[in-house]
């Protein structure tokens, strides 16, 4: 007797998967080999026609759904998206979801071996773009003989792998589901990673990138870097619905060090747990991979043209009080698929919760998502 | 022959004002003794009924306007808004300025001598809010024979002084002009705070705030700090505008460290430069004044109720683009006036340039302040 709930995906086990063929990157490099981790949910069916792909955002991985035990406290970071009877409904399709290249989930990242050394990447891992991802991510599909993807769905960071999909393998996507994201980062968004950055750069314990090898982790920096996108992942509305002003303790202690206010409380707590539990030199290639994403510069800064070969059909959602990556950034978006004559739906979702809201089971949300795909055909 | 501009008040000599009554402090503690330094631009005329005083925001200081030598590459912070023909014109006005304690261009501060030990302040310094600054302020308008302020003026923190003079001595202040301002931070302003005080008191060179006693400073918090900092004073859009998504150079590095857009080129500067120049504690203690001003707090939170026994005549002013402190939240305390039955200007000026436009010679913002300068009554 199952302990999970009906509609969970349940027991997941993740796979691992090894690819030998050199994957040339951007950057100029090309990792000679190297293994993607991935979760599926659901079955594909004999056309192989039933096929999402779930990209994933800045702190993700390819843990989207269901439990790794009974033991696990929290499913994976979009149960409230996929299983059964949920927008990505796994009764239905078939879903894939990995970790990028370069992240710290299991797949080749920094703390693998590089196989030229002997020794872990560290910091000299080659930086991956949202492109290379998407290289990556057709190789193993390749492998899991899914010529075409039903879907590719994202949302921020995910959003922008979805898009680079419609993009680089037109053929090979019939529906772009593209979530709380921006054709390419504004200078603020990049600002922000930039001080994310300098965080951990400047951390005495980060010893350019190889501090595995000194036995310490650049805690700080990574922890400041979260504290900072933290606050930029809610809305000042729901910050203030949250938290408000309200005191951590009954009086205030008026000093440098004491934490006053249960929002000062909360950020560090959530600064320092993912300090514990991310890798530094992960969080500094996925933020250089929001920043080099634009995908428009290779047709002078123009989106439609950028567009004019896709053919996949479009899903577009945002939420009214993201400013990491507002409705504006969506609509333009919309409005360059528009300009190319594509399909697009778009929907600019009411939500007090900011750019997180993406992650939540928001009723109008989960609604509008279910509908889109629903209406994808199968055989 | 004077080489400064016909619109400057030209060479200013800082001055100095010790005070040996004890100053109570909201923290509980008090100060035996403290010195003020304060600029003059102007002259007090016979009936003592000109006199205006600024308020400086978090960086800010004494040093408002004109040029303490000829050799000074920039005048004052505020020259912009103060000397002859200017807002604030110093051919009518007597304008006194000063650096508040907690300071670190010359008031007592952290990087004073505590008399009980002998050795400087350091972490150690007391707490200092926004009313203990109105509080010093009253006693140095006392030594200057003030009784009454024709105007306080202050934009940012310096607003929320302006504020509280008007609440904590309603006989003492004609008119308050606060311009972009807040009458309490949002959780969103303390989350920034605090990430910023973080970067500062995790910085390994920080030492407990005794960090001049090991000849060190704690840089790498400070830029850190300066950087979250001025991301918050900008608008997305003037970023935008500034930088957008140029590059530094050329063609892209594709590595973890390397500038690669000139808003991260801009940030690091501003941090560095920053880094230099400021005291890590006295940029503690001016983040801690920002959190725990919220002058409603003693009503219930009724800011109607708190602006009850004010006398002054108000003139708000915000700008369409700042989110650091935007203009609902001048609204608020417009709102508040007017069911308080207060006399209030309000004015909300287009300007793309977030926070700091309070700072900026935007035509439309010195038409209006000198306006309202102008109409304030002198014997």
Chains 1, 2 share one sequence.
Not at 133 to 139: D, E, G, I, T
Not at 268 to 287: C, P
Not at 290 to 307: E, I, M, Q, S
């Amino acid at each position: 007797m199952s302990s999970y709930p009906i509609d969970s995906v349940g027991l997941v086990t993740p796979q691992r998967m090894a690819f030998n063929t050199p994957l040339p990157l951007a950057c100029g490099k090309s990792l000679a080999e190297y293994e993607l981790v991935y979760e599926t949910y659901g079955e594909l069916n004999a056309s192989a026609s039933n096929a999402i792909l779930i990209c994933h955002a800045l702190s993700g991985h390819h843990h989207a759904a269901g439990y790794h035990s009974e033991d696990e406290r929290k499913p994976g970071w979009w149960d409230s998206c996929i299983g059964p009877g949920k927008p990505i409904d796994t009764r239905r399709f078939f879903v894939v979801s990995l970790n990028n290249l370069g992240g710290c989930h299991g797949s080749t990242g920094p703390s693998s071996v590089n196989p030229q050394t002997g020794k872990p990447w560290g910091g000299s891992f080659p930086v991956v773009t949202v492109e290379d991802w998407v290289h990556s991510q057709a190789r193993l599909a390749d492998a899991l003989g899914i010529r075409q993807w039903a879907a590719v769905v994202g949302g921020s960071l995910g959003g922008m792998q979805a898009l680079q999909w419609a993009i680089s393998y037109p053929e090979r996507i019939r529906h772009c589901v593209a979530i709380a994201t921006a054709p390419k980062l504004s200078a603020q968004n990049i600002a922000f990673n930039e001080v994310a950055r300098q965080a951990i750069l400047t951390d005495p314990d980060f010893h350019h990138g190889e501090y595995n090898a000194f036995g310490v982790i650049p805690k700080r920096g990574l922890m400041l870097a979260r504290m900072i996108g933290h606050i930029t992942y809610l809305s000042d509305d729901s910050m203030g619905a949250k938290f408000g002003r309200e005191l951590r303790s009954e009086r205030l202690n008026y000093d440098l060090t004491s934490v006053e206010f249960q929002v000062e409380s909360y950020l560090r707590y959530q600064g320092e747990e993912f300090s514990g539990r991310f890798d530094a030199d992960t969080y500094l290639l996925m933020t250089k991979a929001l920043d080099y994403f634009d995908p428009a510069a290779r047709h002078d800064g123009d989106l439609a043209k950028t567009f004019a070969a896709v053919q996949a059909d479009f899903m577009l959602m945002s939420f009214t009080t993201d400013w990491r990556f507002s409705p504006a950034r969506s609509r333009e978006i919309v409005n360059a698929l528009l300009a190319a004559r594509k399909g697009v739906s778009y929907l600019e979702i009411e939500a007090a919760q900011g750019h997180d809201a993406f992650l939540l089971p928001i009723p109008r949300y989960l609604q509008a998502f279910t509908g889109y795909m629903n209406r994808i055909e199968v055989d």
